[in-house]
């Protein structure tokens, strides 16, 4: 069973730009969580989505976004780029029964100069 | 709100040593808790997890029992390898309708040397 995917796997972006990471979750699994990783912060939640909805959502600024589509698939969109996003950003996804349990990606690492 | 504590790290041993990485949290109700593992370049793979008090999650030699009492999850390992250097953390997930959510420690990086 393929796990997580995430892509692409690093990117440079410039600030002011947008940006857009995609994750394909373990198949079957219906649920995607996305994290943010820095040396500061470490992990931060950013949102879930499940079954196309946003089911909770963390403390971060309306730039981050995020939609789920109906084959479970997400991405997650950062506009107006900081150089503070830059970060390993982390999806992680779980079956529809009801448990904390998250299978990460290895993530999508983002460095804004 | 939510939180998790890990010890500060980095922790430095020998390999055989006993290790042990603390972690309390504070959160309401009756969380559950985990061990999450990265390897340097990679995501998180869970390592072990329990989901209600007196349980104990093991996995790899990997132990830690979850303490209502002391709100503690420390994670303990007999005999550590060179290939157990990685970034350890502790995690709890709150439930609910959070059951995607979870709020980590700061992680503890280890180092094992042969």
């Known amino acids: 069973k393929a796990g997580v995917t995430q892509t692409p796997r690093y990117l440079i972006k410039t600030r002011g730009q947008q940006v857009t990471l995609s994750c394909s979750p373990i198949?079957?699994?219906?649920?995607v969580s996305w994290y943010q990783q820095t040396p500061g912060q470490g992990l931060q939640f950013l949102f879930e989505?499940?079954?196309?909805?946003?089911?909770n959502k963390g403390n971060f600024p309306g730039r981050f976004s995020g939609r789920q589509f109906s084959n479970s698939r997400s991405e997650m969109n950062v506009s107006t780029l900081e150089l503070g996003d830059s970060a390993l950003y982390l999806c992680?996804?779980?079956?529809?029964?009801?448990?904390?349990?998250?299978?990460f990606g290895e993530g999508s690492r983002l460095t804004v100069l | 709100g939510d939180s998790v504590t890990q010890m500060e790290g980095p922790v430095t041993l020998s390999e055989e040593a006993f290790l042990t990485i603390n972690c309390t949290y504070t959160?309401?109700?009756?969380?559950?808790l985990f061990w999450y593992v990265q390897y340097p370049g990679e995501g998180l793979q869970l390592l072990l997890k329990?989901?209600?008090?007196?349980d104990k999650g093991s996995n790899k030699g990997f132990e830690a029992t979850y303490r209502k009492e002391t709100t503690s999850f420390h994670l303990e390992k007999g005999s550590v390898q060179v290939s157990d250097s990685a970034v350890y953390f502790c995690?709890?997930?709150?439930?609910?309708?959070?059951?995607?959510?979870?709020?980590f420690g700061q992680g503890t990086i280890l180092t094992v040397h042969p």
């Open positions: 992680a996804s779980r079956t529809s029964v009801n448990t904390g349990e998250l299978f």
């Open positions: 198949s079957g699994h219906r649920s």
């Open positions: 989505y499940f079954s196309e909805t946003q089911r």
């Open positions: 959160a309401t109700g009756y969380p559950s």
């Open positions: 329990a989901t209600k008090a007196d």
């Open positions: 995690a709890l997930n709150a439930g609910g309708t959070s059951y995607g959510k979870l709020t």
